[in-house]
Protein backbone atom coordinates (compact mmCIF):
# COMPACT_ATOMS: atom_id res chain seq x y z
CA UNK A 1 0.00 0.00 0.00
CA UNK A 2 1.10 3.45 -0.42
CA UNK A 3 1.84 5.58 1.90
CA UNK A 4 4.34 8.53 3.21
CA UNK A 5 6.12 8.55 6.57
CA UNK A 6 7.49 12.02 7.87
CA UNK A 7 9.20 10.67 10.86
CA UNK A 8 9.44 14.31 12.82
CA UNK A 9 6.28 16.13 13.92
CA UNK A 10 7.94 19.06 14.80
CA UNK A 11 11.60 20.58 14.44
CA UNK A 12 13.00 23.89 16.34
CA UNK A 13 15.81 25.53 14.42
CA UNK A 14 17.42 29.00 14.62
CA UNK A 15 17.49 31.33 11.92
CA UNK A 16 19.99 31.04 9.92
CA UNK A 17 20.84 27.21 10.53
CA UNK A 18 20.66 24.45 7.84
CA UNK A 19 17.26 22.57 8.07
CA UNK A 20 16.53 19.05 6.65
CA UNK A 21 13.02 17.68 6.94
CA UNK A 22 12.47 13.73 6.41
CA UNK A 23 10.08 11.88 4.13
CA UNK A 24 10.09 8.55 3.29
CA UNK A 25 7.53 6.96 1.28
CA UNK A 26 6.32 3.87 0.10
CA UNK A 27 5.09 3.38 -3.51
CA UNK A 28 5.13 0.22 -5.79
CA UNK A 29 5.90 2.27 -8.93
CA UNK A 30 8.35 4.84 -9.65
CA UNK A 31 6.36 7.83 -7.73
CA UNK A 32 5.85 11.71 -8.36
CA UNK A 33 6.62 13.42 -4.78
CA UNK A 34 6.33 16.90 -3.81
CA UNK A 35 6.30 18.93 -1.01
CA UNK A 36 3.73 21.54 0.17
CA UNK A 37 4.10 24.03 2.83
CA UNK A 38 1.13 25.15 4.60
CA UNK A 39 1.29 28.63 6.64
CA UNK A 40 -0.73 29.24 9.63
CA UNK A 41 -4.84 29.79 8.02
CA UNK A 42 -3.67 28.88 5.03
CA UNK A 43 -3.85 26.44 2.25
CA UNK A 44 -0.98 24.31 1.11
CA UNK A 45 2.01 25.43 -1.42
CA UNK A 46 3.68 23.56 -3.83
CA UNK A 47 7.34 23.76 -2.84
CA UNK A 48 8.98 21.28 -5.51
CA UNK A 49 7.49 18.29 -7.20
CA UNK A 50 10.10 15.66 -8.71
CA UNK A 51 8.94 13.02 -11.24
CA UNK A 52 11.92 12.17 -13.51
CA UNK A 53 15.30 13.00 -14.38
CA UNK A 54 17.72 14.77 -11.97
CA UNK A 55 16.90 13.94 -8.70
CA UNK A 56 18.21 16.58 -6.96
CA UNK A 57 14.89 19.22 -7.78
CA UNK A 58 15.15 23.11 -6.53
CA UNK A 59 11.80 24.66 -5.33
CA UNK A 60 10.49 28.19 -4.41
CA UNK A 61 11.96 29.95 -1.33
CA UNK A 62 15.12 28.52 -1.84
CA UNK A 63 13.87 24.79 -0.79
CA UNK A 64 15.88 21.58 -2.61
CA UNK A 65 14.70 17.98 -2.15
CA UNK A 66 16.86 15.10 -3.11
CA UNK A 67 15.13 11.64 -4.21
CA UNK A 68 16.85 8.86 -2.78
CA UNK A 69 15.48 5.79 -4.63
CA UNK A 70 17.49 3.45 -2.54
CA UNK A 71 16.33 4.58 0.28
CA UNK A 72 12.56 5.34 -0.45
CA UNK A 73 13.35 9.35 0.69
CA UNK A 74 12.93 12.74 -0.44
CA UNK A 75 13.89 15.07 1.97
CA UNK A 76 13.73 18.82 1.89
CA UNK A 77 16.05 20.67 2.59
CA UNK A 78 17.09 24.64 2.94
CA UNK A 79 20.82 26.06 3.68
CA UNK A 80 19.59 28.99 5.65
CA UNK A 81 16.18 29.53 7.18
CA UNK A 82 14.30 31.89 7.83
CA UNK A 83 11.64 33.40 10.07
CA UNK A 84 9.16 32.88 7.65
CA UNK A 85 9.82 29.11 6.73
CA UNK A 86 8.06 28.75 10.56
CA UNK A 87 4.78 26.51 8.95
CA UNK A 88 4.27 23.02 8.70
CA UNK A 89 5.48 21.38 6.10
CA UNK A 90 4.04 18.07 3.87
CA UNK A 91 5.45 15.03 2.19
CA UNK A 92 3.17 13.93 -0.67
CA UNK A 93 3.48 10.97 -2.91
CA UNK A 94 1.10 10.85 -6.42
CA UNK A 95 0.32 8.04 -8.02
CA UNK A 96 0.87 7.84 -11.38
CA UNK A 97 -2.85 7.79 -12.77
CA UNK A 98 -3.05 11.34 -11.67
CA UNK A 99 -5.53 10.67 -9.41
CA UNK A 100 -4.59 10.65 -5.68
CA UNK A 101 -2.41 11.88 -3.35
CA UNK A 102 -1.08 10.20 -0.37
CA UNK A 103 0.07 12.57 2.62
CA UNK A 104 2.02 11.97 5.24
CA UNK A 105 0.85 14.04 8.63
CA UNK A 106 3.32 16.96 8.29
CA UNK A 107 6.16 18.11 10.26
CA UNK A 108 5.67 21.37 12.00
CA UNK A 109 8.93 24.14 11.71
CA UNK A 110 9.81 26.54 14.77
CA UNK A 111 11.87 29.41 13.84
CA UNK A 112 14.00 31.00 16.84
CA UNK A 113 15.35 33.96 16.58
CA UNK B 1 -6.21 32.09 -12.48
CA UNK B 2 -8.12 32.99 -9.69
CA UNK B 3 -7.32 29.44 -8.29
CA UNK B 4 -9.31 27.08 -6.46
CA UNK B 5 -12.09 29.13 -4.49
CA UNK B 6 -13.94 27.94 -1.88
CA UNK B 7 -16.66 29.41 0.30
CA UNK B 8 -17.43 29.99 2.93
CA UNK B 9 -13.90 30.76 4.43
CA UNK B 10 -15.41 29.97 8.21
CA UNK B 11 -18.80 28.84 9.48
CA UNK B 12 -19.72 28.23 12.97
CA UNK B 13 -23.21 26.09 13.33
CA UNK B 14 -24.64 24.48 15.76
CA UNK B 15 -25.08 20.85 16.22
CA UNK B 16 -27.48 19.36 14.34
CA UNK B 17 -27.41 21.64 11.65
CA UNK B 18 -26.73 21.59 7.83
CA UNK B 19 -23.60 22.50 6.39
CA UNK B 20 -22.83 23.12 2.92
CA UNK B 21 -19.14 23.89 1.82
CA UNK B 22 -18.94 25.38 -2.12
CA UNK B 23 -15.25 25.02 -4.36
CA UNK B 24 -14.80 26.21 -7.46
CA UNK B 25 -11.82 24.63 -9.14
CA UNK B 26 -9.06 26.06 -11.43
CA UNK B 27 -10.93 26.18 -15.11
CA UNK B 28 -9.71 23.44 -17.22
CA UNK B 29 -8.85 21.10 -14.54
CA UNK B 30 -11.19 18.16 -14.80
CA UNK B 31 -10.27 16.09 -10.96
CA UNK B 32 -11.58 17.50 -8.00
CA UNK B 33 -10.82 16.48 -4.17
CA UNK B 34 -11.85 17.17 -1.01
CA UNK B 35 -10.00 17.20 2.41
CA UNK B 36 -10.33 17.33 5.98
CA UNK B 37 -7.87 18.22 8.09
CA UNK B 38 -7.59 17.98 12.29
CA UNK B 39 -4.62 17.75 14.73
CA UNK B 40 -5.53 13.97 15.66
CA UNK B 41 -5.99 12.88 12.09
CA UNK B 42 -4.15 15.18 9.53
CA UNK B 43 -4.79 15.73 6.04
CA UNK B 44 -7.67 12.69 4.75
CA UNK B 45 -8.59 12.85 1.79
CA UNK B 46 -12.68 12.49 1.51
CA UNK B 47 -13.54 12.20 -2.11
CA UNK B 48 -12.42 12.71 -5.54
CA UNK B 49 -14.12 13.12 -8.48
CA UNK B 50 -12.80 13.23 -11.93
CA UNK B 51 -14.65 14.43 -14.82
CA UNK B 52 -17.58 15.18 -12.30
CA UNK B 53 -17.57 11.59 -11.63
CA UNK B 54 -16.89 10.66 -8.22
CA UNK B 55 -14.27 7.86 -8.36
CA UNK B 56 -13.29 6.88 -4.72
CA UNK B 57 -15.52 8.02 -1.71
CA UNK B 58 -14.34 5.77 0.42
CA UNK B 59 -12.99 8.23 2.81
CA UNK B 60 -16.15 10.04 3.36
CA UNK B 61 -16.47 9.57 7.10
CA UNK B 62 -19.88 8.82 7.01
CA UNK B 63 -23.32 8.69 5.60
CA UNK B 64 -24.02 12.19 7.30
CA UNK B 65 -21.33 13.62 4.46
CA UNK B 66 -22.47 13.67 1.01
CA UNK B 67 -20.54 15.50 -2.25
CA UNK B 68 -21.63 16.77 -6.09
CA UNK B 69 -19.92 18.00 -8.54
CA UNK B 70 -23.17 18.97 -11.03
CA UNK B 71 -20.65 20.81 -13.54
CA UNK B 72 -17.01 21.22 -14.18
CA UNK B 73 -16.94 24.31 -12.36
CA UNK B 74 -18.48 23.53 -9.05
CA UNK B 75 -18.73 21.15 -6.03
CA UNK B 76 -20.42 21.31 -2.76
CA UNK B 77 -19.71 18.71 0.13
CA UNK B 78 -22.59 18.70 2.91
CA UNK B 79 -22.83 17.40 6.47
CA UNK B 80 -26.08 16.36 7.48
CA UNK B 81 -26.80 16.90 10.34
CA UNK B 82 -23.70 18.51 11.51
CA UNK B 83 -21.61 17.41 14.77
CA UNK B 84 -18.83 18.99 16.78
CA UNK B 85 -16.14 16.00 15.90
CA UNK B 86 -16.91 17.53 11.93
CA UNK B 87 -15.24 20.90 13.30
CA UNK B 88 -11.97 20.89 11.01
CA UNK B 89 -10.67 22.86 8.11
CA UNK B 90 -12.04 21.48 4.74
CA UNK B 91 -9.82 21.58 1.58
CA UNK B 92 -10.75 21.66 -1.73
CA UNK B 93 -7.82 20.76 -4.59
CA UNK B 94 -8.06 19.88 -8.20
CA UNK B 95 -5.57 18.78 -10.83
CA UNK B 96 -5.48 18.04 -14.72
CA UNK B 97 -5.53 14.07 -14.80
CA UNK B 98 -4.42 13.27 -18.07
CA UNK B 99 -1.36 15.73 -17.76
CA UNK B 100 1.94 13.96 -16.16
CA UNK B 101 2.14 16.75 -14.04
CA UNK B 102 -0.47 15.91 -11.13
CA UNK B 103 0.41 18.41 -8.62
CA UNK B 104 -2.71 19.22 -7.07
CA UNK B 105 -3.66 23.07 -6.65
CA UNK B 106 -5.56 23.55 -3.14
CA UNK B 107 -7.77 26.40 -1.96
CA UNK B 108 -7.52 28.52 1.45
CA UNK B 109 -10.11 26.11 3.03
CA UNK B 110 -13.58 26.65 4.92
CA UNK B 111 -12.69 26.54 8.64
CA UNK B 112 -15.63 24.97 10.21
CA UNK B 113 -16.57 24.54 14.05
CA UNK B 114 -19.47 22.87 14.77
CA UNK B 115 -20.82 23.24 18.55
Known amino acids: AQSVTQPDIHITVSEGASLELRCNYS??????LFWYVQSPGQGLQLLLK??????LVQGIKGFEAEFKRSQSSFNLRKPSVHWSDAAEYFC???????????FGTGTSLTVIP | DAGVIQSPRHEVTEMGQEVTLRCKPI?????LFWYRQTMMRGLELLIY????????DSGMPEDRFSAKMPNASFSTLKIQPSEPRDSAVYFC?????????????FGPGTRLTVL
Open chain 1, 92 to 102: AVGAQDGNQFY
Open chain 1, 50 to 55: YFSGDT
Open chain 1, 27 to 32: YGATPY
Open chain 2, 93 to 105: ASNHRTGIYNEQF
Open chain 2, 27 to 31: SGHNS
Open chain 2, 49 to 56: FNNNVPID
